[in-house]
């Protein structure tokens, strides 16, 4: 897992809330930890992104967090009742009630639900691709220029970095929306991070990606170009 310099939780109004879940209270066991594993009811597919809200129940108060490759957490659930939705571009919004313990355990409970394809969908989404090839003009193993390049999306914004298969060293990579950075772990070669940054604001978005050599191989001392593919994952209107 990578360094990931931002809170992935939204929370709006207080600070009690700290994580999600979901399915009736009477169905799932009060837990702090919960891990959400969210399915197309119609393929049994992992649903690719989407967007979890937990509203405390009769409080003006909620969290948000990602939903990415058919994850939502694991993530804390403070003591009360949280209303939850689970939505995602193309699906129905699954609606559930969950019950946070309030207390840190070291188990987690898992939760597995399915949303169901809606072709009424007001969104959908929408990939990318960005071959990236840079050269640096630096001096050391952080390479400068940074890839820049802006995305537009209704809310959803993940995103998929392959090192070139080309490569004869290890590279990180800091991958940025708006200023907020996620640092990966070390890339071989050919090697894959992943990150969401869901939920954005709808517009437009800054995203840049910055390559940090790691001594080895070829590599010694200085990081003089790089490579790789950038997939961005977002959502847009249905056209």
């Known amino acids: 897992m990578g360094l990931v310099r931002r809170g992935l939780l939204g929370v709006v109004g207080a600070a009690m809330l700290v994580g999600i879940a979901a399915a009736p209270v009477a169905a799932i066991p009060p837990s ?3 891990t959400i594993y969210v399915n197309d009811c119609k393929t049994g597919a992992p649903i690719r992104a989407g967007v979890g809200v937990f509203q405390i129940q009769h409080l003006a108060a909620a969290a948000v967090a990602p939903l990415a490759n058919g994850v ?3 993530v804390g ?3 009360y009742n949280f209303i939850t939705e689970i939505s995602a571009p193309g699906y ?5 009630v969950l019950h946070g313990l309030g207390i840190t355990s070291p188990t987690s409970e898992a939760v597995i639900l399915c949303l169901h394809p809606d072709r009424d969908s007001p969104e959908m989404l929408v990939d990318t691709t960005y ?3 840079v050269t640096c003009t630096s001096i050391g193993e952080t390479c400068d220029p940074t890839f ?5 999306s209704e ?3 993940q995103f998929q970095f392959t090192a070139s298969p080309s490569h004869c060293s290890d590279i990180q990579v800091a991958i940025g929306v708006d200023g907020s950075i996620f640092t990966s772990d070390p890339l071989a070669p050919g090697q894959s991070t992943f990150v969401s940054f869901t939920p954005v604001a709808a517009g437009p978005h800054v995203v840049t990606v910055q390559a940090t050599g790691i001594p080895g191989g070829c590599n010694t001392g200085t990081l003089s170009s790089w490579s790789g593919t950038l997939v961005a994952t977002t959502s847009a209107p249905v056209s």
């Open 32 to 34: 702090f930890w919960f």
């Open 72 to 74: 939502i957490g694991p």
């Open 77 to 79: 659930l403070g003591d």
């Open 92 to 96: 129905r919004t699954a609606h559930r």
């Open 131 to 133: 071959p990236i090839a």
């Open 148 to 152: 820049t390049t802006s995305i537009t």
């Open 155 to 157: 809310g959803i914004a």
